[in-house]
């Protein structure tokens, strides 16, 4: 973003700050070569004190120069720079310390005066990364680091980013070991120097390393190398068995055999198995970070859930990294973004995500389907505000507007629903494709078409709602636009996609396997469907369904339940209360809440039982699901 002098000085009248001083420019970024290369060093060695130490030589001429901290960043789709945690900056031209200005309408913005005779300049500060979990994201611990460059960088205003060259290298703990998209030219020691890449490209290459590492090929002698590089906890976490490796190579087929084709000339998987750094999931060109539980191999039933973490980053790297939506393409990462076609970056990467994990393996046919139901039961019953007052298309404006706070309530909010509710239209429009079709089309031939073109090239191929729509009708003319916007800009059931495929959404008394999964790894209690509400450990209210049923009777969340029907609280009594309630219509659920410092009883008059979603066939139709979900 540009700050004129005129928009500062106009500033200044408007607040009658008569002793405040305009600050410089920040120059536009310019589609030209920035000349010299920057020289960049991180020693990510200080793990007591989880202190990464950024040295950096800029290339600069004699004058005014603005270093940018990156701010908008990607696949967070918003301006989530930790900038809070940049600390300790000194610049410097021939061994002289010179004074820096941040810019107060551009926060990430330090103005600089480099003296006569100097041709660049010397940066030093410190990334103070989060000492718990408090305080953001835990991306170093005594085992393990993950070093993501826009946390460690600054940059020279005026370029795009793809025209600044780098040379970056890394200093790591004694004896540790690294897996990055980035290529080793020498090593020295502990530090790994890089090879020269640009640094759009450096950004999108982080660095995950570790005490304990361990290296699996998932395309043996493949041209374009796919490897996983795994850092865990503990040796013992890296016990993973032939068949589990089989299926996340089944995963690289499968993606090949849909696509056709691959942007980059190799892929790394960066994996964290850890209960002490935070996890992650994070997508890039040529790799992805895949952050887990410490036991998500050597616990793998428990850990089944979360396996499609992999698919959808990997899936990134066609829809969102390559193909990527015309006002997400920035020149530089302190240009702002707009998220307008998320709905198509993450909702079709989430819905490829599920598929793809059961086509490789990762699930099975009944797992896919009890995720399905979830999802699908949110955008029946579970978001009251997308039946009202916002649609799928605003909620693009999520990552924005909330940059994934905590909210009052999330179910009427709404929380980047793109994503989910993005699914269920993708899954609704294979349905109208094979319908239209006769069955000889379906959502492959779009995911073939619009992002398997270009083999092997890695830059950015950008889109329009136009192009969508083209190639859509390209493979099945029909009224696309109308189709796709009555959806997004909409109000109602997102469900159309399961009914096309011959199943239909049901609500019983019995959790599914999915749900019981969620319920043990999460500790909590789901009845959003039933009581309208969630219940986390020791009876914390998570939230609270809109109009629901306790929300009616006087429920919120940050409330918490002491005792049921007049026993202590826990989850099996209070399902035990409301099955009660459904047999004896006298009977109500009271829970004793606590409010703050106030207690009261809450009586709710709910008696329908327990209410789990489900899939169940209509033999009216044909299982086009199975054939979506079945390995080709």
Do not use: C
Not at 394 to 422: F, K, M, V
């Amino acid at each position: 973003m540009k700050v004129t002098r005129l928009a500062s000085a106009l500033a200044v009248a408007a607040f009658g700050l008569a002793s405040f001083t305009a600050l410089a420019d920040v120059p536009a970024p310019q589609n030209v070569p920035y000349q010299g290369t920057l020289k960049i060093n991180v020693d990510a060695t200080d793990l007591a004190h989880r202190i990464f130490r950024v040295h950096e030589t800029v290339p600069a001429a004699a004058g005014p120069l603005t270093l940018l901290y990156p701010q908008w960043i990607p696949g967070n789709h918003s301006p989530t720079g930790p900038i809070d945690k940049m600390a300790g900056l000194v610049v410097k031209a021939n061994g002289q310390v010179l004074p820096w200005t941040r810019d107060p309408l551009d926060v990430y913005a330090f103005h600089v005066d480099v003296p006569q005779g100097a041709t660049s300049v010397d940066v030093t500060f410190q990334f103070l990364s989060p000492q718990d979990q408090r305080q953001g994201r835990v991306v170093m611990t005594p085992e393990m680091l993950n070093l993501q460059w826009n946390a460690v960088t600054v940059y020279p205003a005026g370029y795009y980013a793809r025209q600044i060259n780098t040379e970056p290298s890394a200093t790591l703990p004694a004896g540790w070991q690294a897996g990055t998209a980035l290529e080793v030219a020498s090593k020295d020691g502990d530090t790994l120097n890089f090879k020269p890449i640009n640094y759009d490209d450096l950004v999108d290459s982080p660095i995950y390393a570790g005490k304990y590492f361990k290296r699996v090929d998932l395309d043996p002698g493949a041209s374009a190398p796919v490897h996983m590089d795994i850092v865990a906890d503990d040796a013992k976490y890296l016990d993973i068995k032939p068949e589990q490796v089989k299926l996340f190579q089944n995963l690289v087929q499968q993606m090949y055999k849909m696509y056709g084709a691959h942007h980059y000339d190799h892929y790394d998987f960066l994996v964290s198995l850890s209960d002490k750094m935070s996890g992650n999931g994070l997508e890039h060109h040529r790799s992805s970070e895949d952050g887990t539980g410490a036991d998500f191999f050597t616990e793998w039933k428990k850990n089944a859930m979360s396996r499609d973490l992999f698919s959808h980053e990997f899936n990134h790297s066609w829809d969102g990294k390559y193909r990527r939506g015309a006002d997400l393409a920035t020149p530089n990462y302190n240009v702002p973004m707009s998220d307008t076609l998320l709905w198509v970056y993450e909702g079709q990467t989430q819905f490829w995500g599920q598929v793809m994990a059961a086509r490789s393996g990762l699930w099975d046919a009944d797992q896919t389907r009890d995720m399905l139901a979830l999802v699908a039961a949110t955008y029946d019953k579970g978001r009251p505000g997308l039946a009202s007052f916002r649609n799928v298309q605003d909620t693009t404006n999520d990552p924005i507007i909330a940059q994934r706070a905590p909210l009052p309530y999330r179910n009427y909010q709404g929380s980047e629903d793109y994503y989910s509710a993005g699914q269920m239209i993708w899954l609704d429009v294979d349905g109208k494709l094979r319908e239209l079709s006769a069955g000889r089309k379906s959502i492959d031939d779009f995911g073939k078409a619009f992002f398997g073109v270009n083999p092997g090239k890695w830059d950015v191929d950008t889109y329009t709602f136009e192009d969508v729509v083209k190639t859509l009708n390209d493979i099945a003319p029909y009224d696309w636009a109308k189709y796709l916007r009555t959806r997004l800009d909409g109000h109602g059931p997102l469900t159309g996609g399961l009914e096309s495929h011959g199943w239909t959404l049901v609500y019983n008394d019995k959790p599914s396997d999915a749900v019981k999964a969620f319920e043990a790894r999460r500790h909590f209690a789901d009845l959003t469907y039933s009581l309208g509400l969630s219940i986390g450990k020791g009876g914390s209210i998570n939230d609270v369904l809109w109009d629901g049923p306790a929300f009616k009777a006087g429920i919120s969340p940050g409330m918490t339940v002491i005792a049921v029907n007049g026993h202590d609280y826990d989850a099996d009594g209070l399902k035990d209360a409301v099955t009660a309630a459904a047999k004896d219509r006298s009977q109500a659920v009271e829970l004793l809440v606590k409010n703050f410092d106030e207690y009261k009883t809450v009586r709710i008059d709910y008696h329908d039982g327990l209410k789990y979603p489900h899939l169940v066939r209509d033999t009216s139709k044909p299982d086009t699901l199975a054939d979506l979900l079945k390995a080709r």
